[in-house]
């Protein structure tokens, strides 16, 4: 009888439950139930976690089936050639929800490195963090975090930096308080068929070169795909960027970067407004196209440099602004829902933006320019150029911040900036991988 | 069966469902006793006389670096104490450094402005960690937990972790690392408690690296050239070295850099401050090391403001910048990324990332008070 009735009550709480995430636009949706692996007795994950660290040069590293639980990190140092693999990303599961002390729960050095057919699960810090490698493929992982509470998250969940010739090919990144799959202050990159959802932002590429990002689904982020230059880092600013072909649907997820109700705080994507597809933050030459960039609550693009962060912009061989876009073909639905308000930068889209209050946008640009450049941004100085079928009824927007809130002006004149231009990457070698 | 016989029953099988969890509990806590200490005595061995083609050996006994009691720790021949002007904070742990050069063989410092050190293949390391059972004794009855060790070999270092037995008789190696429960009165007379974490091998290079390849960390001439205690009475750790024949080419201290050490009060609070920052961050805060991600570089010698965190953002500090905009605010030690990270304890956000689950109160009260006592203009 009792569990009857429970099982009637959860009828009824099931689409309840449903819809009150969908309109909290908050998710902790899981790939598969890990829960239902077999545990891996404690001589099968300390086996592992031997295997990395007494791997030799060409080792191919086999993890059978199973649900891991490590206590301790999983590093890779400095070797060559390594293949790491698991049974399927359903199948062989890493967990560090009991890791105790370091940052990342993988921690993958060397050359040549490749991760495959396995899933990480409830790092502390970063999932799987690789650093200082050429070479550097991910396929078929998935990395997330399980916690009903997502305040409990980590950071990134899959994390090259320093590294070159970065391939992240059919992955799945969830639930990070930053950027499910980040790219930082690397060359030649890689990031397609991969799919990246509930993360503050989806698929970030930071202060890199020559990168393409194409055939990925990122939904339900607060932010879709980023590509950001940050100031102060020993790799200074980044170019080349592409990304097509890309589903980047519904970021409407709200912003759990920081606490709700906390002010963002020093990391840039604490400011990302909940609903917005691609953002540019000091992106150098970079190329947005063919993508169905739909039902982002804010804005579809926003081309944006780093004054609208208000943090200090001195830093050697490094520029605040974004230069040389080129965004077109791409395929824009805007959606019935209210644009953001929770951040500075949606209540500026929400609240000033030149179609009025309330209305989604579909570009945006927020029209800080390079003034040893031009007097005045109708000459396109920082060359940004947009191309859109049936541009007129898109919602486009030009900021012009430069007297501060005080002022906030805004035009729908999109003319200054139909042109063409030209963004070169290379990445053809990475194919082949 | 009546209903009230069944809530007894129900209510019983709970009892012992709970007294066995509370049981086991008790059983995964390891609870170390003095009483386990065996008196022992380390075999008579020579350090000289090892095979290196067989190192890491089994045994930490197997190498012959100390003698006579073992719980003394009292080195062999030529093998040296030293100790660096500051050290690592490591949850409270006390340590005891030795080094040990093949015969004829000695190191040559580096005109760097760290005064680094070139030593000779097989060169080794030793560093024990242990607590005193009363830290107002230092000297009395400890516990060991770990040694480390780092040898030199073909050009190359690698560390080697040996963990001690509950016996304190001999400690083994072990790649995947270990947790203990340590316990000890402080100096306060309190008694603390905590969950000890021996690093597994590969964590050795999250901190010591530099371009990916092993450094060890303590053993500069920046770290080095102050005055220690000897057996043989109070020296210049390298004017003891080259009167020893291990340090080529010395010349006298005033040539190479130094390093205050952050607990001499008598010294300038912005040394001191520097001084912390550099042992306990800079392996991995520095253009070479791990953390040259973050743009942040902690060692002694960066003068660069930015740098050095102030009015610095994060990059990649996820929770762990806390509600914070600055890795420094200067005059808010308090609103300070800096300072947030090395109180916290969350493992994420806790700094270093490694090798401490406590808060070192004394290292972070010097931290806040050089950052409440920057001046603001001065950055502006």
């Known amino acids: ?433 | 069966m009546t209903r009230f016989e069944f809530r007894i029953l129900f209510g019983v099988l709970f009892l012992g469902m709970a007294l066995s969890c509370s049981q086991k509990t008790n059983e995964e806590i390891d609870r170390w006793d003095p009483i386990a200490i065996l008196v022992a005595e380390w075999p008579e061995k020579s350090v000289d006389q090892i095979d290196f083609a067989n190192i890491p050996f089994k045994n930490l006994s197997d190498y012959g670096f100390f003698k006579g009691e073992v719980m003394a720790l009292a080195p062999s021949e030529r093998v040296l104490p030293y100790s660096p002007a500051s050290s690592l904070f490591t949850d409270y742990a006390f340590k005891s450094r030795f080094i040990w050069m093949p015969k004829g063989e000695a190191a040559t410092i580096s005109p760097d402005e760290e005064g680094t050190l070139d030593f000779p293949d097989q060169t080794i390391l030793i560093k024990n960690f242990y607590y005193p059972l009363d830290f107002a004794r230092p000297e009395g009855p400890k516990r060991i937990i770990e040694t480390r060790l780092m040898v030199k070999q073909n050009g190359a270092w690698e560390a080697y972790p040996y963990i001690w037995n509950d016996e304190q008789s001999d400690a083994s190696y072990k790649v995947v690392g270990a947790e203990k429960t340590v316990q000890w009165k402080d100096a306060a007379g309190e008694t603390q408690v905590i969950n000890y974490l021996v690093p597994n091998k590969n964590q050795c290079k999250s901190c010591h690296n530099a371009n990916e390849v092993m450094v060890p960390l303590g053993v500069k001439a920046k770290h080095l050239n102050h005055t220690i205690a000897f057996s043989e009475g109070a020296s210049n750790q390298l004017v003891k070295w080259a009167s020893e024949g291990i340090l080529n080419g010395f010349d006298h201290p005033e040539a190479y850099p130094n390093m205050v050490d952050y607990f001499d009060t008598k010294e300038p609070l912005e040394l001191r401050a520097k001084a912390y920052l550099d042992i306990n961050c800079a392996h991995c805060h520095r253009a070479e090391g791990p953390a040259s991600t973050s743009g942040l570089f902690l060692n002694y010698e960066e003068k660069e403001p930015l740098k050095l965190g102030i009015f610095k953002t994060p990059v990649a500090a996820g929770f762990g910048a806390g509600s914070f905009k600055y890795a420094i605010l200067p005059g808010k030690a308090d609103e300070s990324i800096l300072t947030y990270r090395m109180e916290t304890n969350i493992v994420g956000a806790a700094m270093p990332e490694i090798g401490r689950v406590t808060t070192h109160r004394e290292g972070l009260d010097l931290i806040k008070t050089w950052i409440n006592g920057m001046n603001v203009e001065a950055y502006n």
């Open chain 1, 1 to 433: 009888m009792k569990t009857q009735n429970f099982r009637k009550l959860y009828f009824w709480i099931l689409p309840l439950a449903f819809l009150f995430y969908a309109c909290s636009s908050s998710t902790t949706e899981i790939s598969f139930d890990s829960s239902k692996l077999r545990k891996a007795s404690q001589e099968e994950v300390e086996k592992v976690i031997e295997a990395f660290i007494l791997a030799q040069d060409g080792d191919v590293i086999e993890i059978p089936e199973g649900f891991y639980n490590f206590k301790t990190q999983l590093i890779l140092d400095n070797k060559k050639n390594i293949q790491i693999k698991g049974q399927g990303m359903d199948k062989t599961v890493f967990s560090f929800r009991e890791l105790k002390t370091g940052g990342e729960g993988v921690k993958l050095v060397g050359n040549e490195i490749l991760i495959q057919d396995l899933s990480i699960e409830d790092a502390p810090g970063d999932g799987v963090k690789s650093q200082h490698v050429d070479g550097m493929t991910f396929r078929r992982i998935n990395v997330t975090w399980t916690n009903g509470d997502k305040s409990k998250n980590g950071t990134y969940a899959i994390y090259p930096v320093q590294c070159k010739n970065v391939l992240i090919d059919e992955c799945i990144a969830s639930h990070s308080k930053d950027a499910g799959i980040y790219v930082g202050q690397s060359e030649n990159i890689i990031v397609k068929n991969s799919l990246a959802f509930g993360n503050v932002a989806g698929i970030e590429i930071e202060n890199s070169d020559n990168a393409e990002v194409y055939g990925n689904t990122a939904r339900d982020n607060a932010g879709g795909i980023l590509v950001f230059n940050l100031p102060g880092l020993p790799k200074s600013d980044g170019k080349g960027t592409k990304i097509y072909d890309n589903n980047i649907i519904a970021n409407n997820h709200v912003n759990f970067a920081t606490p709700l109700g906390e002010d963002p705080n020093g990391n840039t994507v604490t400011m990302i407004p909940p609903g917005s597809g691609i953002i540019l933050l000091a992106a150098k030459d970079v190329e947005v196209y063919n993508n169905r960039i739909h039902k982002n609550k804010t804005v579809g693009i926003a081309i944006s440099n780093y004054h609208i962060t208000g943090f200090p912009m001195d830093a050697p061989n490094w520029s605040p602004y974004s230069s040389n876009v080129f965004v077109h073909g791409n395929d824009f639905k805007r959606t019935w829902r209210f644009p953001d308000l929770t951040k500075e930068f949606g209540q500026l889209i929400s609240v000033y933006n030149a179609h009025g209050k309330g209305k989604t946008q579909d570009i945006i640009y927020d029209g800080f320019f390079d003034q040893s450049l031009a007097e005045n941004i109708l000459s396109n100085p920082m060359n940004i150029c947009v191309q859109e079928a049936g541009i007129e009824k898109l919602h486009f927007t030009l900021f012009d911040l430069w007297e501060g809130e005080a002022n906030i002006k805004a035009s729908k004149d999109y003319r200054p900036f139909v042109c063409q231009s030209e963004v070169f990457t290379d990445v053809s070698h990475l194919t082949q991988k």
